[in-house]
């Protein structure tokens, strides 16, 4: 599964991409990359229609019952009853990136340590869109050392099937990447058997190996 992922630029420029308000004047950002439970902009529609810049934090929580406590960062079998509640529009985003990792399989035999391959569409890394939900919650997130209690906006982002580009390097999903603005309008928008369409991987041809070896892009 996808665990971090880049999003390089300013929050004027992705407000603007993405033809979007910023919640909040004063939200800033600046990655080498994004991991669970970090805090990242994410787009959502307003009750006015609107989109609006939000910063949330990544991963949704798991059930109370449930022994593992790591957050659930994506959603593949969005027809589960887990990820059923947030069908609805009011639930859905776009998670702003313009890159995204996974860990090779085998190590490197010349270091012995397995390397970070990351995804993007073009050497540009123009900005795309993860298709996301998001929920609030209250609880406590953040680390042991610095736990952080209240009001939570949590966000996670939909899987697919790999193509033939990423499966090599991962061989069981890849993220839903929307490239168009008629299709971030479509997955704010439409009815969730409509939206969910989208969930397809990328042709071969529309996404590439950007960075190899590094821990960050």
Not at 66 to 80: F, T
Not at 89 to 114: D, I, M, Y
Not at 118 to 132: E, I, K, T, V
Request: proline fraction near 9%; aromatic fraction near 10%; glycine fraction near 6%.
């Amino acid at each position: 599964m996808c665990n971090t992922y880049n999003l390089r630029g300013r929050p004027k420029d992705v407000v603007a991409i993405f033809d979007a308000d910023l919640a909040e004047p004063e939200v800033d950002f600046a990655y080498e990359s994004i991991h669970p439970d970090y805090s990242a902009p994410v787009i959502r529609r307003t009750a006015e229609g609107k989109r609006e810049l939000v910063m949330m934090r990544w991963g949704f929580p798991l059930a109370s019952d449930q022994k593992d406590k790591r957050p659930v960062v994506n959603a593949r079998n969005v027809h589960s009853d887990y990820w059923k509640p947030y069908h609805g529009v009011e639930h859905r985003c776009l998670v702003p990136a313009t890159s995204f990792a996974e860990w090779t399989p085998q190590p490197n035999p010349a270091t012995g340590k397995k390397e970070t391959i990351w995804f993007g569409l073009n050497d540009n890394r123009s900005p795309f869109a993860f298709a996301g939900l998001w929920c609030s919650w209250q609880g406590v997130r953040g680390t042991k050392a610095k736990p952080v209690e209240g009001l939570h906006l949590l966000y996670a982002f939909l899987t697919t099937r790999p193509n033939d580009i990423v499966k090599p390097v991962h061989s069981q999903s890849m993220p839903v990447i929307l490239r168009s603005r008629e299709e971030w309008q479509a997955w704010l928008t439409l009815p969730i058997r409509e939206a969910l369409k989208l969930q397809q991987p990328l042709p071969e041809d529309a996404i590439k190996i950007v960075a190899t070896g590094s821990r960050s892009d």
